[in-house]
């Protein structure tokens, strides 16, 4: 499938209002026509959109398709048009209907398959080309017929998101089984042979108590199908190397993994990754009963560097995010505790709140502009992107590299609701807005529920008729090819992981990767065109420093060197079990496990530089041994010495007698007296006393005192009872 195409479903209307009031930022090279252009349409709701050479493919609940001149062609839930003149494709004659049931089939994903040759279609249905097919199917991309040997595969629920990888054809949606075996909202079927795979076995969940262990204590997460999630998935993207797949829906666990509505899977194992989002930043279902459930994430569009999200059950939004896991948590910042120096999060990079879903993306083909759809601005709520007088009603469009709102483009769609905006309705309906997005070269393809579209001020004569399906044509001209990036210096030549290092040449604007070697920096800047500031990977020893822009990749002359992790002091030198030991040294970041003479210790990477270790049970003298992220098992040069534990504080309880004359023998009653060295009265030394066990001790009271408390010192130190010896005459 299209890079640029992502596809969901809508389905909850908005409770939360937002206003951004921003401030129009430059427009980019690419812009598009102010109104939709003259062409096919449909007679109600369109859900997905596909392309495939020249076809785009349109699918939905609707049963028409309706051409510009007010033609109308039966249309069964999906139909094919040709992507430059917009004309309907009669050759194309896939019918997904329900024949089993009166309710109206609904076509609510799409894929089309690496080679070309097949359509996969995903929903709720129940017949495609008169044959029975519940849920899932595969037709011809030329002609729409029925592939009747390529997919049998049945999921007992909706399928609402597909995509079709080189050997796996991914699903997501709302089935708990397929072909009636156990499918927690997640399966796959096999790319060439249609047939449900029976390794690729990932699992999504609502959530019950207790809650996942990133929130606070005493929450209540609800019970699954309810407030705590249903466990749905409503969006599947591959990574861009394939290896990868992000699942966005209505979850908190993945494979019983925490994730807070979107995670990434591996494509061939479907095993949790690494990759997470830190929890505070996909907000919860309702600012009014925190942490009651999850949000829903409907779209994920992922790119080289980033991955745009977005969002809504309420509060609702769209978001972008590192590809790669640099958040850790900083001290003093009490949101992002899950990011830890052993499992970083990734890095959000803007955030956008809107009064309603965004639920679908494309990217401009030069990169410039992202498109996003949704039901914000079509509910019962106004939203002014731009400020006082604009309006934006089901479509926006951002930087995408900072977020900001271009104001040059606010094609509103109608029928819309709000108490505001001119044009608006009492009474708006459900599920109103744009549930796909698909960009070609020449033009944005909207998909949704809508009947028409206005510009500048609706209610007014600028009204024009398009309904479930528009085409706006990219104006305008892309522009010059950025100059290829040249690396002429880097400061420092060497340095541990996390480090800075200031890189100097030319053409660094756009700049969408900077690595070492062939690894990724942790992080990048780019400063100005003239200077990238990159912090240091682990996983190579000596690299060239390379910098991807759109006019190419640039390498350093030389090599940047990594000063591998070692461990170069540490403090006490001795100590017991128990004792906290302060570890300083290089390339700690990330670090697994820290030993004691080989014995597993407990430990906190406080920094890069720093570690602090607890001396463990059973450790012996030996050196202290750091497990490290990507450089192995280091060593210190000297030993940490163990040394006995103290022995305990001596107590004394009791004495008799309590009074008596010089040369009484007093039993002394406690704990701890092993090893005493001294008994006193007061301040005076028994004449003699002997150590009977560790609880007694008899002395011999010495005469130059009257009254005093007796005293014992042990190694342990001094106890002293509560009370006077009287001496009698």
Known sequence: MDGGNVTRVARIATVLAVVAGLVSVAQP??????????????????????????????AGAFTKAVGPNGQHVAAAAIAAFDMTTGAYIPTFMASVTNTQTTAKAQVQALAVSADGSTLYIGGKFDTVDGQPRQNLAAVDTATGTQLSTTVTAA???????????????????????????????????????????????????????????????????????????????????????????????????LNGTPRNSIGEISASTGAVMTWHVPWYTMPDESAGQKYTGPNVVWAILPTASRVFVGYGRTPNGFEAYTLSNTRVWASGS????????????????????????????????????????GHFGMGVLDYQPCGSGTWAHGLVSVNPTTGAYYCDWLPQMEPFGGTNAPGHGVNPPQYVGGWALQITNSALFVAGYFTSFCSGVC???????????????????????????????????????????????????????VSFGSVAAMSFHVDSDTQITAVVPGGFTHSPIKVTTGGGTAKSATNFSLIPPSIGSFSPKSGPEGTQVVITGLGFTGATHVWFGGVDATFNVDSDTQVTATV????????????TLNAGTIASATDFTVTPPPPPAPTITSFSPSSGPVGTAVVITGTGFTGATAVSFGSVAATSFTVDNDGQITAIVPSGFAHSPIKVTTPGGTAKSATNFVVTT
């Not at 062409?39 to 392309?51: F, H, P, R, V």
Request: net charge neutral; charged share 5%; aromatic share 8%.
């Open 29 to 58: 090279a690419f812009a598009l026509s102010a109104t939709p252009d003259p062409t096919w349409g449909t007679n109600g709701k369109t859900y997905a959109l596909a392309k495939w050479g020249n076809t785009i493919f349109v």
């Open 155 to 253: 999921p007992n629920q909706t399928v609402q998101a597909i995509v079709a990888g080189p050997s796996l054809v991914y699903l997501g949606g709302n089935f708990t089984k397929v072909d009636g075996l156990s499918r927690q909202y997640l399966a796959a079927i096999s790319a060439t042979t249609g047939a449900l795979s029976t390794t690729w076995v990932p699992t999504a969940a609502g959530g019950t108590d207790p809650c996942p262990s990133q929130f606070p204590s005493g929450i209540n997460c609800g019970t699954t199908g309810t407030t705590g999630g249903s466990g749905n998935v409503h969006s599947l993207a591959l990574s861009p190397d394939g290896t990868g797949l992000f699942v966005g829906g209505n979850f908190f666990y």
């Open 334 to 373: 009490p949101n992002d505790k899950d990011c830890t120096a052993s499992s970083p999060c990734a890095t959000q990079q803007w955030s956008k709140g809107t009064p309603g879903n965004a639920e679908s993306f494309a990217l401009s083909p030069d990169g410039t502009r992202l498109f996003v759809g």
């Open 459 to 513: 209610g007014s004569s600028s009204l024009v008729s398009q309904s479930g399906l528009a085409r706006f044509t990219l104006s305008g001209t892309p522009p010059p090819p950025p100059p290829a990036p040249v690396i002429s210096s880097f400061s420092p030549s060497s340095g541990p992981q996390g480090s800075s290092v200031m890189v100097t040449g030319t053409g660094f604007t756009g700049a969408s990767a």
């Open 616 to 627: 463990p049970i059973g450790a012996a003298t030996g050196p202290i041994s750091i497990a």
